[in-house]
């Protein structure tokens, strides 16, 4: 292990990438999650459409293969409507924004499923209860829709952001220095890929450890309040 610890400055930069590309990626998941599960309970038909749509997709089609799709179709794509409209001029892709707009969209669709199954979850008595008392539809999800669905949302919730930590290793493909390509270029140059790779895998588990601890510590404080009133 003499040579991670020689390379822990390359392998810290890796990981800083990693965390920061995880990040990003939840937050644009979590928009699409909360934007597709509005559009599958809107109860609107074009809105449902989309929403079944957009997750069937997701479903059907590998993660990695959306990715490579994505930096190399789409930008191609981009490039030659710019030409046509003569709107822009060359745009280029980076890897890190590839890599967030696509693992974002790809765990948007599981967000999108969640979110739906926390919200129907919420017993409709009580937002119908919220109308009567002429609340308005902003304080009706604020104050009776979002804390409940953020409690029976977190195991998922936590499930997925599992998952999309372990996802980003795709983004070595498309070449964005994440922890996972510094490791290999590391390993590959002193011939001990191994010993790198399992760097990065106590790297991934240390990430993964520490994430389910802290949401697992946030789930128990959502269920507080239910766990009393179960036991009065």
Do not use: H
């Amino acid at each position: 292990m003499e040579l991670v610890f020689e390379y822990r400055w390359l392998l810290l930069e890796g990981t800083m990438v990693t965390i920061q590309l995880a990040l990003a990626s939840l937050l644009l998941s979590v928009l699409l999650g909360l934007i597709g599960a509005w559009g599958k309970l809107s109860g609107g038909k074009l809105f449902k459409s989309i929403a079944e749509a957009y997750t069937t997709l997701v479903r059907g089609v590998p993660d990695l293969v959306l990715m490579l799709l994505l930096f190399y179709g789409g930008q191609q794509m981009i490039n030659d409507l710019g030409i046509a409209t003569g709107l822009w001029d060359y745009v280029e892709i980076n890897q890190f924004s590839a890599g967030v707009f696509t693992i974002g969209f790809i765990f948007g669709a599981y967000m999108t499923e969640s979110f739906r199954g926390a919200i129907l979850a919420i017993p409709r008595g009580q937002i119908e209860a919220g109308i009567a008392c002429g609340m308005s539809r902003f304080k009706i999800f604020s104050r009776v829709i979002w804390p409940q669905m953020v409690r029976y949302a977190l195991p998922s919730f936590t499930n997925n952001w599992l998952v999309l930590i372990k996802s980003t290793a795709l983004v070595s493909i498309i070449g964005l220095q994440d922890v996972v390509y510094m490791a290999f270029t590391a390993g590959r140059s002193n011939r001990a890929l191994f010993t790198f790779m399992f760097a990065v895998l106590i790297i991934y588990l240390i990430l993964t450890a520490i994430s389910d601890f802290g949401l697992r510590r946030l789930e128990k404080k959502y269920s507080a309040g239910v766990r009393r009133a179960e036991g009065a």
